[in-house]
């Protein structure tokens, strides 16, 4: 089992990786703490916002509801609620603003039935069975020399990899449709809808970040595979 944890690989390929996914939680938490403390001209709360949004979008039915926690925001296409964190939810900061207007974004992707949208919830049950089931059977089928069973694993883990590049388009196609709607309805106006630009940029880059750290697991795991294969 060690030398799937500390072979040269994972210094080479996921060390690196996973550094960039650290950079990019530092760099979304400052964003957010920087734009939270700044509040919008036309005091509109978070919940508000995301009420209005959706009422003009004729989505009356979606609820929008408080949950604990800190940027914990989401949108659950299953009950069609959109959960806003308690940071978030009856603040009326630029951040607050442009989390809650992304989460609803999600909202509208759902109702037009967005293409990437609805892959990525098709594929959901499917990845989270390769993501528990990779690693053991990569580990079982290089311990026993089984060579199918090892690439099976890999297979299963490329399942997160193709999850987290769908999730890229989701997420760039929610914020593009925030700032679209935030401007023209006026609710951020220049610097302000700016500052919620930044946020949304600097929370996208978490999920690149996860993509490219998927994509090092992914290739570490093949080479040690293939390395086996050949030994």
Not at 44 to 65: K, P
Not at 72 to 100: C, E, F, M, N, Q
Request: overall charge positive; charged content about 15%.
């Amino acid at each position: 089992m060690p030398f799937l944890f500390y072979d040269s690989y994972y210094l080479l390929l996921v060390v690196p990786a996973m550094l960039l996914a650290l950079w990019a939680q530092s760099r979304v938490q400052s964003t957010y703490r920087k734009y939270s403390q700044i509040r919008s001209f036309r005091g509109m709360t978070a919940d508000q916002v995301a009420r209005s949004i959706l009422d003009a979008n004729g989505l009356t039915q979606v609820r929008v509801e408080r949950i604990p926690g800190n940027l914990t925001d989401h949108y659950d296409p299953r009950t069609k609620v959109v959960r806003l964190s308690d940071t978030v939810y009856g603040s009326s900061s630029i951040a607050a603003i442009g989390v809650a207007a992304h989460e609803v974004g999600h909202a509208c992707q759902h109702a037009a039935a967005y293409g990437p949208l609805t892959l990525r919830n098709a594929i959901i049950p499917v990845t989270n069975l390769g993501s528990r089931l990779s690693i053991p059977l990569i580990l079982v089928g290089l311990l026993l020399g089984n060579n199918s069973l090892a690439l099976l694993g890999v297979l299963l883990f490329s399942l997160v990899a193709v999850f987290q590049l769908i999730t890229l388009p989701v997420e760039f196609n929610a914020s593009s449709r925030a700032l679209q709607t935030l401007g023209s309805r006026g609710i951020l106006e220049g610097e302000e809808l700016a500052g919620a630009r930044k946020v949304l940029t600097a929370a996208a880059l978490t999920y690149v970040a996860a993509l490219v750290v998927s994509l090092a697991q992914l290739l570490r795991l093949t080479l040690i595979v293939g390395n086996r294969r050949r030994d």
